[in-house]
């Protein structure tokens, strides 16, 4: 396989007053074609640092990412916005609904800027929510809320979903049914996924899993049979 997004000998370090903290220490990661993988560490280990810059949400202290032929790290703001919005899904701990739109008009914000969308109605049926259309945020339970952040992520058809602690503000039974609808995503859609969490079982549902302590990669490896979400157990 192909890697779509890889990133080389990537270095972040942010400036606390007088200190130097180096979020990662020289990591290399790719994400493959319509694979899902999942990102496993401890708090501060890294992960959204990482994601975020092969996000093109923030930039590498040291390092190069590259999406495909185009180097993102040579990327000017307008070319970082246009990968943002056309290429890359994104989907937080924190729903970010905006509390006066209902799930089909949250979910429009995004169709309404994309090239070649699903329709509002059709990404929040892939997600379970094909009756909830209409509902405002404060309506719906935690779980209904993450399902229509999914929806309004994968309507615009990123090539690229990248979730960080999705299930992180939910109870158990809640996140299996949410990772459900990321595996479907991906399996259905064939949109290729990371997942970051620190809970070790969610691995388990990946293709491969990449863990990493202290800023570097500790491990890679390889699922050679994936589990299903509503087998996990934490």
Known sequence: MSAILEARAITKIYR??????????????????????????????????????MGGLDVPTMGRVFYGDMELTDADE???TEFRRQSV???????????????RENVALVTEIADDP???????????????????PAQLSGGEQQRV??????????????????????DFKTGILVLEVIARVNRE???????I?????IASIA??????????????VHNESKAQPEELRW
């Not at 990662?24 to 992960?47: H, I, N, P, Q, T």
């Open 197 to 201: 969490t620190h809970n070790a079982p």
């Open 149 to 170: 952040a999914i929806a309004r992520a994968v309507a615009k058809r990123p090539a690229v979903l990248l979730c960080d602690e999705p299930t992180g503000a939910l």
């Open 118 to 136: 699903l329709e509002p109605a059709e990404a929040l049926d892939l997600v379970g929510l094909g009756e909830r259309l209409d509902h405002f």
């Open 78 to 80: 307008d070319e970082l």
């Open 189 to 195: 859609l064939g949109t290729t996924t990371a997942v």
């Open 16 to 53: 606390m007053g007088e200190v130097d903290v180096h979020a990662l220490r020289g990591v290399d990661a790719s994400l493959y074609e319509s694979e899902f993988m999942v990102l496993l560490g401890a708090s501060g280990s890294g992960k959204s640092t990482l994601l975020n810059i």
């Open 89 to 103: 899904g994104f989907v937080f701990q924190f729903y970010n609904l905006i509390p006066s739109l209902t799930a």
């Open 207 to 220: 293709d491969r899993v990449i863990t990493l302590a202290d800023g570097q990669v500790h491990s890679e």
